[in-house]
Each structure stands twice: as C-alpha cells, then as structure tokens.
C-alpha cells in the first residue's frame, strides 16, 4: 500500500482505494495533529486511545433523533453546530477496550459489564469527597474514590471500636 499527500489531504493508493481512474481514495482519520483532525466532521481527536491520534467518530449522526439513538452518543445543545463541534458528540468514555478506558483518568473499566463508563467521586476536595455517601477518602491515597465498604460494614465496625 502507498499512502501519499494529495494536497493536504493524506490520501492510499493500493488496489481497493484506488478509483477506476487510478485516482487516490482519501483516507479518514489519518491527521497526525489535533487541528488537523478536527477539519473533518467524520474524526475526533482522541487523547487517551492507545496512543493519541485521530480517529474516526462514533457519532457522524446529524440529527438530534438519529445521535440518541445510538448507544455511544449524546445530543449537545450546547454545541455550536459545526465541523468542529458538532451537536451530537460521543459520550465521556465511549473506550471499548480497558487499555484505552484506564488511560482516561474520568473513565473507569467494569470488569463484570466490560464496559467503561465515568468516574464517579470525582471530587478535588476532602469534605465534598465525604459528604457524597457512594464516596470515601482513604487515609492511604489522599484522592476521592468510589465507596468500597457498605454501611452496614463501618457500622459494624463502629461497634467493634465503643
């Protein structure tokens, strides 16, 4: 296979992306800078794939009815609408693998589900941190994580303690 530039889009020559003319099919997704990524509605700039790199969307959808339709997508109406940011974007952490999930410190891997979904207790704080029940801040890794003792565990252990 050759890949070569063709103005400034990257561009592969080999005998299924060649035209009938001979000409060159372009290649999604083949930027090597985020600028350049983000030129093309079809890619997003991925910070913590395995590694960085522009890769192809998970959401090209152009409809609010078609973007919620989709698992790994949410509608923005926020977005301004435009190639580089359209209104329907792909979820926090829409990683399909634990490597990619992992790299991303807002996302975490269920083991159980394979699935990777946000963070929760993403808290900066201590008290913030203690005051969210599903959250502790353990004495032995100062940052907010996910509870991982019940209630019913701490109340026992208060007992132990009187």
């Not at 592969?12 to 999604?28: E, F, N, P, V, Y």
């Not at 502790?136 to 209630?151: A, K, Q, T, Y």
Request: net charge negative; with cysteine.
């Amino acid at each position: 296979m050759l890949r070569s530039l063709v103005g400034s889009e990257m561009c592969i020559r080999d005998s299924i992306s060649t035209t009938a003319t001979g000409d060159c099919r372009k290649s999604l997704c083949e930027s090597t800078t985020k600028d350049g990524c983000l030129q093309s509605p079809a890619c997003v700039w991925d910070d913590y794939g395995f590694p960085s790199k522009c890769r192809v969307t998970l959401c090209p959808v152009q409809t609010q009815t078609g973007c919620t339709a989709q698992d790994k997508c949410r509608w923005s109406v926020y977005a301004a609408g435009t190639i580089s940011d359209p209104q329907c974007k792909e979820v926090a952490c829409p990683y399909e693998f634990p490597l990619d999930c992992t790299r991303n410190p807002d996302c975490i891997w269920n083991a159980t589900t394979h699935t990777c979904s946000i963070r929760t207790c993403m808290y900066g704080d201590y008290e913030p941190c203690i005051s969210d029940k599903t959250c502790e801040w353990p004495w032995w890794n100062p940052v907010c994580m996910p509870r991982v003792c019940l209630d019913s565990y701490d109340q026992a252990l208060s007992l132990i303690h009187i």
